[in-house]
Each structure stands twice: as C-alpha cells, then as structure tokens.
C-alpha cells in the first residue's frame, strides 16, 4: 500500500505570495492533519480533517487554511506569506478521526520564503 | 491544554542502551505516540502506549505511568542509523501535540 503523498517536495516563493500544498493520504484513510515543523518551534499543529470537515485547528493565524476533497485528498493554503513561514509542512493520514489512530506522515513539503 | 517535556540531546555509543524520558501534563488523557524522526524525513511511527507499563518492539521499547505523567523510550544496541530525533506526543482534541524531541547522536 503505498504511503502518505505530498507534493511539491520543495518551494521556494517570495514574501507576500501564496501557496498551495498537497496531500494525499494513505488509502482508505480518511483523516489528514496538517503540522508545521521549524528548528525554533518544533512540530506544531496547524488543521484536522475528516470527512471534508475540519475538526480542529491549531493557533495559526487566518492566512493558513485548508480543505479536503471527498476522495480524502488534503490541500492546504498560505496566502501573504511571511519569511516566518519557511518551514517543513507535513501532512499525516489516519483511518479515523485523529488522534486515536495512528498518524502516518508524508515526507514533507519544504517551504522556503525569500 | 498540554505540556510535555523532553530533553534536548543525547550521546551515547554503539552497541549501548539509551533511555529518553518524557514527561507530559494533560487534559485528558489518550494514551502516547513515540516518532523517529531522521533529519531531512517525515517522523515514523515507533510506539502508542495507552497503559502503563512496558512494550517490546525489537531493539525499541517504550514505558508509561499514566499516574506520574511519564513515559520512556528504550533503545537497545544501540546502532548508528539510531541516530535521529526522538518525538514523544500525546493526542487531545482530535490534535497531536509533540515535544520538542530528543536527538540522539550514536557514536562509534
């Protein structure tokens, strides 16, 4: 089975542009969470979908959102970027709602703002 | 909401035995998740302890005391792909929350 998905593995954008990231989850899986990981703050949650609601979010402001499709895919958004946005996003799958289930993370998209 | 506390690094030799210990305070509780993380990848499941006591996965082992709000994660024979961050987290409100993660640097 394969694993968790994410695409692009690396970007590089500039301050005030936007971006979308991609997840697709293990399959049958129907949970996606989202983390920011930076060397100063470590692994921090930013979203949880199921069922393409979002279950809970984490204290990030409004600029990051996400959404998730009903075939479990995930995508998530950062509008007016900041160079405090550079960071490892990671996205992690579970059977059902997290976090009971285990979570299995994807390899990362890293982000670099200029 | 949740605190959890882990340390910073560890060094320890090939072939030895490392214990790294988190300790956590939380609302609620829904058992502890253990990742290994190598730099530059995505954390790997290691361990999810939900009673206390202590759990056998090969080399790796991990312990919880629910009353203390203390978990360990035993590595044994020791080797240098070990070398990585260790993660404790504990899930609330649909959420996991990580420790800052512990690295752990095996030397020859």
């Known amino acids: 089975k394969a694993g968790v998905t994410q695409t692009p593995r690396y970007l590089i954008k500039t301050r005030g542009q936007q971006v979308t990231l991609s997840c697709s989850p293990i399959s049958g899986h129907r949970s996606v969470s989202w983390y920011q990981q930076t060397p100063g703050q470590g692994l921090q949650f930013l979203f949880e979908y199921f069922s393409e609601t979002q279950r809970n979010k984490g204290n990030f402001p409004g600029r990051f959102s996400g959404r998730q499709f009903s075939n479990s895919r995930s995508e998530m958004n950062v509008s007016t970027l900041e160079l405090g946005d550079s960071a490892l996003y990671l996205c992690?799958?579970?059977?059902?709602?997290?976090?009971?289930?285990?979570?299995?993370f994807g390899p990362g998209t890293r982000l670099t703002v200029l | 909401g949740q605190n959890i506390d882990q340390p910073t690094e560890m060094t320890a030799t090939e072939g030895a035995i490392v214990q790294i210990n988190c300790t956590y305070q939380t609302s609620g509780f829904n058992g502890l998740f253990w990742y290994q993380q190598h730099a530059g990848e995505a954390p790997t499941f290691l361990s999810y302890?939900?009673?206390?006591g202590l759990e056998e996965k090969g080399r790796f082992s991990s312990f919880l005391s629910r009353s203390k709000g203390y978990s360990y994660l035993l590595l044994k024979e020791l080797q240098m792909k070990d070398s990585a961050s260790y993660l404790c987290a504990v899930p609330a409100g649909n959420k996991l929350t990580f420790g800052g993660g512990t690295r752990v640097l095996v030397k020859p």
């Open positions: 992690a799958s579970s059977l059902e709602r997290a976090p009971a289930d285990t979570q299995y």
């Open positions: 302890n939900v009673l206390d």
